[in-house]
């Protein structure tokens, strides 16, 4: 009789507590922009300014630790360390494994900031060198300066490496690559598996759920925007919801397929698409002043380094950037932790952190150089010609303003089009893939979760782009992008906890092999 009530394996798992505190939130969210959207996004941005008031400080510490922590282990003897034990072999090649890793942890934001951010802070520059006069020479290089902080070492080094290290390490134990884990080093197992666990996978799903949909719902607008401008084509609802379903299709099937198959693909067409379209751009563009403008905004960066990365939290320009760029990629961190050290099997901890948190970073930079700088060398030269297309369209006009003003513009704007589409593809495709992993507890969630995830991403989208129209489908996606930043509030204990937990348990395995080897 009892098995008459027994419900199929993947209805359970909706009832666990993580899965209900990962998907309540986001209903509720949902529910409260449909009953009265202006009243949502006043909540949210409460929220969003509590967040980052009280806690941008924390932030701000928490990201240049993470930094100088991580690579004291990877160049220590505990760098050595293989993840997954002494006998794991990597199941992705060098160049597949970098692939994803550049491809997953923030490049999909990083390919459609890198066009605006440098012209903005080129136009208005930041407080970090509120001595520089705008839209001139000199503002060149403090603008790449400050988008090599917040697209360089200690954002990436942020998403991937302690929390990555220190999930790795607990798999080896044979505890599950969940959130949850992260509170054993400072606890015990029975409280990690009891609400406290709960609450980090829930509201760690919640925080990298809600980061993906907002920027995929802005790209969605983004191209549809693009795509109203050709021939027998509007700018329509309609339009944005088939492009959302579009992309849905698109790591649907890619995370159904599995890591192996779908996001490898889809990493490495990426990588061959940029490499294509960053030559083409670097050798059309002002090669010579592109290598000097890197050169000089490096090294003006490098010189900052301390200040720009501990500034003050009481500064508003810094809030409204650093800080919350800070607070985004926190909340993205455990579930992309989680996700790295899934496909970093037979890796050594300093062969991780080196592409982590030196070739990663320095791909990203040489993309907005070349991008980002060629917007900055036409508005030089010609004020007004990029500056006015982004006072009309926003940020999201400025990157076919930059390439429309190339030679084979309508080559490169087709490819940048198909890599936006294409990266922001990876990038659900690999959260849809590790929400499955949290919820389920295994480290090969069923298809039918991952597809679930997968699905929900796409229609949350679809839900927000609607509500009240295209304008106010903006505004929610706004509000929703604040409420990822709230929720990095009770995921920055997790992240703090790996701080200590990743060179303790790496330690403790370095003594375990020092121990095997004497006794050999």
């Given at each position: 009789m009892k098995n008459l009530f027994k419900l199929p394996e993947h209805l359970r798992i909706w009832l666990k507590p993580s899965a209900l505190i990962a998907a309540v939130p986001l209903i509720v969210f949902l529910s409260l922009a449909i009953i009265n959207l202006s009243y949502a996004e006043k909540l949210t941005n409460l929220g969003k300014s509590f967040a980052i008031n009280y806690f941008g400080g924390t932030w701000l510490w928490l990201t240049l630790l993470t930094l100088f922590i991580s690579v004291l282990v990877a160049i220590s003897p505990l760098g050595n360390i293989k993840l997954g034990g002494?006998?794991?072999?990597?199941?992705?090649?060098?160049?597949?494994?970098?692939?994803?890793?550049?491809?997953?942890?923030?490049?999909?934001?990083?390919?459609?900031?890198?066009?605006?951010?440098?012209?903005?802070?080129?136009?208005?520059?930041?407080?970090?060198?509120?001595?520089?006069?705008?839209?001139t020479e000199l503002a060149v290089d403090s603008a790449l300066a400050?988008?090599?902080?917040?697209?360089?070492?200690?954002?990436?080094?942020?998403?991937?490496?302690?929390?990555?290290?220190?999930?790795?390490?607990?798999?080896?134990?044979?505890y599950s690559l969940r959130p949850r884990s992260l509170l054993i080093p400072i606890s015990s197992e029975k409280f990690a598996n009891g609400i406290a666990g709960d609450l980090a996978d829930g509201l760690s799903v919640v925080a990298a759920i809600a980061g993906t949909v907002g920027p995929l719902g802005f790209l969605s607008l983004q191209l549809s925007n693009a795509a109203g401008r050709l021939p027998n084509l509007d700018d329509s609802a309609f339009l944005q919801i088939s492009i959302v379903l579009f992309l849905t299709s698109i790591f649907s099937i890619s995370t159904f397929s599995g890591i192996q198959k779908g996001i490898k693909f889809l990493s490495e067409l990426n990588i061959w698409l940029t490499i294509f379209l960053a030559f083409g751009l670097f050798l059309i563009g002002p090669t010579f002043w592109l290598v000097k403008h890197f050169s000089s905004g490096f090294i003006l960066y490098f010189k900052n380094f301390i200040s720009m990365s501990i500034p003050d939290d009481n500064d508003q320009w810094v809030k409204?950037?650093?800080?919350?760029?800070?607070?985004?990629f926190l909340g993205y961190a455990p579930?992309?932790?989680?996700?790295?050290?899934?496909?970093?099997?037979?890796?050594?901890?300093?062969?991780?952190i080196f592409i982590i948190a030196f070739v990663c970073?320095?791909?990203?930079?040489?993309?907005f150089t070349i991008l980002g700088g060629n917007g900055l060398f036409l508005e030089l030269n010609n004020t007004g010609l990029i500056k006015s297309e982004l006072s009309t369209g926003g940020s999201a006009a400025v990157l076919f303003a930059i390439l429309k003003n190339l030679p084979l513009s309508g080559l490169f704007i087709f490819i940048a089009l198909l890599?936006?589409?294409?990266?922001?593809?990876?990038?659900?495709?690999?959260?849809?893939?590790?929400?499955?992993?949290?919820?389920?507890?295994?480290?090969?969630?069923?298809?039918?979760?991952?597809?679930?995830?997968?699905?929900?991403?796409?229609?949350?989208?679809?839900?927000?782009?609607?509500?009240?129209g295209r304008d106010d489908a903006q505004t929610s996606i706004d509000a929703l992008q604040s409420f990822i930043v709230l929720t990095a509030v009770p995921v920055t204990p997790l992240l703090i906890i790996s701080l200590y937990s990743a060179p303790k348990l790496a330690y403790k395995e370095y003594k375990l092999l020092m121990k095997n080897k004497k006794q050999k």
């Amino acid at each position: 009789m009892k098995n008459l009530f027994k419900l199929p394996e993947h209805l359970r798992i909706w009832l666990k507590p993580s899965a209900l505190i990962a998907a309540v939130p986001l209903i509720v969210f949902l529910s409260l922009a449909i009953i009265n959207l202006s009243y949502a996004e006043k909540l949210t941005n409460l929220g969003k300014s509590f967040a980052i008031n009280y806690f941008g400080g924390t932030w701000l510490w928490l990201t240049l630790l993470t930094l100088f922590i991580s690579v004291l282990v990877a160049i220590s003897p505990l760098g050595n360390i293989k993840l997954g034990g002494n006998t794991a072999k990597p199941s992705l090649g060098i160049f597949e494994w970098c692939s994803v890793l550049i491809c997953t942890l923030l490049a999909g934001g990083g390919v459609f900031w890198s066009a605006a951010e440098p012209l903005l802070h080129f136009l208005n520059p930041p407080s970090y060198f509120s001595n520089i006069e705008g839209e001139t020479e000199l503002a060149v290089d403090s603008a790449l300066a400050t988008s090599f902080l917040h697209w360089g070492f200690l954002a990436w080094a942020l998403v991937g490496s302690t929390v990555a290290i220190t999930f790795s390490l607990l798999a080896q134990r044979g505890y599950s690559l969940r959130p949850r884990s992260l509170l054993i080093p400072i606890s015990s197992e029975k409280f990690a598996n009891g609400i406290a666990g709960d609450l980090a996978d829930g509201l760690s799903v919640v925080a990298a759920i809600a980061g993906t949909v907002g920027p995929l719902g802005f790209l969605s607008l983004q191209l549809s925007n693009a795509a109203g401008r050709l021939p027998n084509l509007d700018d329509s609802a309609f339009l944005q919801i088939s492009i959302v379903l579009f992309l849905t299709s698109i790591f649907s099937i890619s995370t159904f397929s599995g890591i192996q198959k779908g996001i490898k693909f889809l990493s490495e067409l990426n990588i061959w698409l940029t490499i294509f379209l960053a030559f083409g751009l670097f050798l059309i563009g002002p090669t010579f002043w592109l290598v000097k403008h890197f050169s000089s905004g490096f090294i003006l960066y490098f010189k900052n380094f301390i200040s720009m990365s501990i500034p003050d939290d009481n500064d508003q320009w810094v809030k409204g950037w650093t800080i919350f760029y800070w607070g985004w990629f926190l909340g993205y961190a455990p579930l992309m932790g989680l996700f790295t050290a899934g496909i970093s099997k037979g890796r050594r901890i300093k062969e991780l952190i080196f592409i982590i948190a030196f070739v990663c970073p320095l791909v990203t930079n040489i993309w907005f150089t070349i991008l980002g700088g060629n917007g900055l060398f036409l508005e030089l030269n010609n004020t007004g010609l990029i500056k006015s297309e982004l006072s009309t369209g926003g940020s999201a006009a400025v990157l076919f303003a930059i390439l429309k003003n190339l030679p084979l513009s309508g080559l490169f704007i087709f490819i940048a089009l198909l890599l936006i589409i294409l990266f922001m593809a990876t990038s659900a495709d690999s959260i849809s893939y590790a929400t499955a992993m949290v919820i389920s507890g295994k480290e090969l969630p069923p298809k039918r979760l991952r597809l679930f995830w997968a699905l929900m991403i796409g229609f949350l989208t679809i839900a927000l782009l609607q509500i009240g129209g295209r304008d106010d489908a903006q505004t929610s996606i706004d509000a929703l992008q604040s409420f990822i930043v709230l929720t990095a509030v009770p995921v920055t204990p997790l992240l703090i906890i790996s701080l200590y937990s990743a060179p303790k348990l790496a330690y403790k395995e370095y003594k375990l092999l020092m121990k095997n080897k004497k006794q050999k």
